[in-house]
């Protein structure tokens, strides 16, 4: 059983900065990749933010230059650092790990998903 928890999540000014943390099961950061997902209200989910076994990182454009991923794999806890927050920001912000694990080369394969998730926390940026 894989528990991912989130935090950090908070109401801010658009320009200001929020840093989310996810706690999750230690052995899960030696997956193939970990990332942070969105949903706005009447809005489909959206993939911000990845991490790869290899340190890899990924955004998407519009929060690229603004967003930063990292993990602390002694803390277990995989960070979203969030500056110039825009109020196009504002979503329900998820936690996730991939839940297949690479080969003893390192390899992972394109169609590992991410099977664990978070429960979220709410972001919301005001103009």
């Known amino acids: 059983q894989v528990h991912m928890v989130e935090s950090g999540g908070g109401s801010v000014q658009a320009g200001g900065s929020l840093k989310l943390s996810c706690a999750a099961s230690?052995?899960?950061?030696?997956?193939?990749?970990m990332g942070w997902y969105r949903q706005a209200p009447g809005k489909e989910r959206e993939l911000v933010s990845t991490?790869?076994?290899?340190?890899?990182?990924t955004y998407t454009d519009s929060v690229k230059g603004r967003f930063t991923i990292s993990q602390d794999n002694a803390k277990n806890t995989l960070y979203l650092q969030m500056n110039s927050l825009k109020t196009e920001d504002t979503a329900l912000y998820y936690c996730?790990?991939?839940?297949?694990?690479?080969?003893?080369?390192?390899?992972?394969?394109?169609?590992?998903?991410?099977?664990?998730w978070g429960q979220g926390t709410q972001v919301t940026v005001s103009s």
């Open positions: 991490i790869s076994s290899d340190g890899t990182t």
């Open positions: 230690g052995y899960i950061f030696s997956s193939c990749g």
């Open positions: 996730a790990a991939k839940g297949t694990f690479p080969t003893v080369g390192g390899y992972c394969p394109d169609w590992a998903d991410f099977d664990y």
